[in-house]
């Protein structure tokens, strides 16, 4: 086993330093050495779902980038000192029609998650990009384009790539008009490719003091959630609602906003809703969801975003101060992601 520093959470509500161990390299596998690791609202959610008493601890992250330190022998695409970034997802089965589509991120015998996944080869429970060192199969880490900050483009693994796959299967480029629900980590980053893919855009937001936020991230216009007027006034007018919300909530006034023929893809909350059918009906309108993306779809996602200057608006703050970074993002106060700084891991013990 190869050992790396980490933050854990185990019998306690904050996350604590801790030695982790990692896996020796398999043929295909390449060991990472985690420079930057984004704060995912996901990771909230799995810090509150985390029985104490469960015997694999949770290590968080599920995007970040890094260096290649190590190759197993198989592998072909990457050579130690190369630049990678990984998602949230880390293997699926590569045989079932959505491997072989490309879909990864939806595998029938479901993909490995980054962190709190099992492995498919000795059954362990994977631990997250919280740490100093991440091991993981060539086939999922992407080579990260030149022109990226390592930093900035850490959160484009998971809130990028989650937001852009809807955005293309829903064919937005010019001339479309999109919504986007809820302006956060997920939110930023789909109002920038929304705009980088030639869509006018806006946002819906509970906070309005994120109006001049929203201008500059390339929104025309941004709707206050809680101004009846202003929801209604907005009816029926896009083609594509990109529903990025963090808490459970009513999706009728966001599908109300949705035109004739357009779609609500909701890939914030994942949850049981209630949906009045009549909702969809009036207008003929679809509801859909996305999570994640495929290797395919991640690797165009950071091309595009090299090729148009996109990458997240962050915070950076060493890595010993992520209680804080999950705390101020529980609060809903971050502009718009925290990113760890992992090299403050190097030398000392647990
Ligand atoms: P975030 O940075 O905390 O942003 C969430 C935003 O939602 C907030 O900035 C806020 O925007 C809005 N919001 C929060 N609570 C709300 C409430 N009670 N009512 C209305 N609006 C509320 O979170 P994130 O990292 O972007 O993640 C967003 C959600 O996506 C999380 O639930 C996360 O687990 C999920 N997620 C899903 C996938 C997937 O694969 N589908 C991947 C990653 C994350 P305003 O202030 O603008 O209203
Ligand atoms: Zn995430």
């Given at each position: 086993?190869?050992?790396?520093?980490?933050?854990?959470?185990?019998?306690s509500?904050?996350?604590?330093?801790?030695?982790?161990?990692?896996?020796?390299?398999r043929?295909?596998d390449?060991?990472?050495?985690?420079?930057f690791?984004?704060?995912?609202?996901?990771?909230?959610?799995?810090?509150?779902?985390?029985?104490?008493?469960?015997?694999?601890?949770?290590?968080?992250?599920?995007?970040?980038?890094?260096?290649?330190?190590?190759?197993?022998?198989?592998?072909?695409?990457f050579?130690?000192?190369?630049?990678v970034?990984v998602?949230?997802?880390?293997?699926?089965?590569?045989?079932?029609?959505?491997?072989?589509?490309?879909?990864?991120?939806?595998?029938?015998?479901?993909?490995?998650?980054?962190?709190?996944?099992?492995?498919?080869?000795?059954?362990s429970?994977?631990?997250?990009?919280?740490?100093?060192?991440?091991?993981?199969?060539?086939?999922?880490?992407?080579?990260?384009?030149?022109?990226?900050?390592?930093?900035a483009?850490?959160p484009l693994?998971?809130?990028?790539?989650?937001?852009?796959?809807?955005?293309?299967?829903?064919?937005?480029?010019?001339?479309?008009?999109?919504?986007?629900?809820?302006?956060?980590?997920?939110?930023?980053?789909?109002?920038?490719?929304?705009?980088?893919?030639?869509?006018?855009?806006?946002?819906?937001?509970?906070?309005?003091?994120?109006?001049?936020?929203?201008?500059?991230?390339?929104?025309?216009?941004?709707?206050?959630?809680?101004?009846?007027?202003?929801?209604?006034?907005?009816?029926?007018?896009f083609?594509?609602?990109?529903?990025?919300?963090?808490?459970?909530?009513?999706?009728?006034?966001?599908?109300?906003?949705?035109?004739?023929?357009g779609t609500?893809?909701?890939?914030?909350?994942?949850g049981?809703?209630?949906?009045?059918?009549?909702?969809?009906?009036?207008?003929?309108k679809?509801?859909?969801s996305?999570?994640?993306?495929?290797?395919?779809?991640?690797?165009?996602?950071?091309?595009?975003?090299?090729?148009?200057?996109?990458?997240?608006?962050?915070?950076?703050?060493?890595?010993?101060?992520?209680?804080?970074?999950?705390?101020?993002?529980?609060?809903?106060?971050?502009?718009?992601?925290?990113?760890?700084?992992?090299?403050?891991?190097?030398?000392?013990?647990?």
């Amino acid at each position: 086993m190869r050992t790396s520093l980490g933050w854990h959470a185990a019998g306690s509500a904050e996350l604590r330093r801790t030695t982790l161990e990692r896996r020796e390299l398999r043929p295909d596998d390449l060991a990472v050495q985690v420079d930057f690791c984004g704060v995912c609202h996901s990771d909230l959610h799995a810090l509150q779902l985390h029985d104490p008493e469960a015997k694999a601890p949770l290590v968080p992250g599920h995007e970040f980038t890094g260096v290649v330190t190590a190759t197993g022998p198989e592998v072909t695409a990457f050579s130690v000192g190369d630049r990678v970034a990984v998602g949230n997802i880390v293997d699926s089965c590569g045989e079932c029609a959505m491997c072989t589509a490309g879909q990864e991120n939806f595998c029938y015998s479901f993909p490995t998650l980054t962190y709190g996944g099992t492995d498919r080869q000795d059954g362990s429970i994977t631990l997250g990009g919280y740490s100093r060192e991440y091991v993981v199969r060539e086939a999922f880490a992407y080579r990260l384009p030149a022109g990226l900050d390592p930093a900035a483009a850490a959160p484009l693994m998971c809130a990028g790539v989650t937001v852009w796959e809807p955005l293309r299967a829903l064919g937005v480029g010019p001339g479309s008009r999109v919504a986007i629900a809820g302006l956060g980590g997920l939110g930023h980053l789909a109002v920038k490719l929304a705009v980088a893919l030639g869509a006018a855009t806006t946002v819906i937001s509970r906070t309005p003091d994120k109006r001049d936020d929203a201008h500059r991230l390339g929104a025309d216009d941004l709707i206050d959630s809680t101004d009846g007027e202003q929801m209604a006034a907005a009816r029926d007018t896009f083609d594509v609602v990109i529903d990025t919300i963090s808490a459970a909530h009513d999706l009728a006034p966001y599908l109300k906003l949705v035109a004739m023929d357009g779609t609500l893809s909701v890939v914030g909350y994942l949850g049981p809703v209630t949906l009045e059918t009549t909702d969809l009906l009036i207008g003929r309108k679809s509801l859909s969801s996305a999570g994640s993306g495929g290797r395919r779809a991640t690797a165009e996602m950071l091309q595009f975003c090299a090729d148009n200057g996109v990458a997240a608006d962050i915070e950076v703050l060493p890595s010993s101060q992520v209680n804080t970074a999950l705390d101020r993002l529980r609060r809903n106060d971050v502009r718009y992601r925290f990113v760890l700084d992992m090299s403050d891991l190097d030398g000392g013990d647990a």
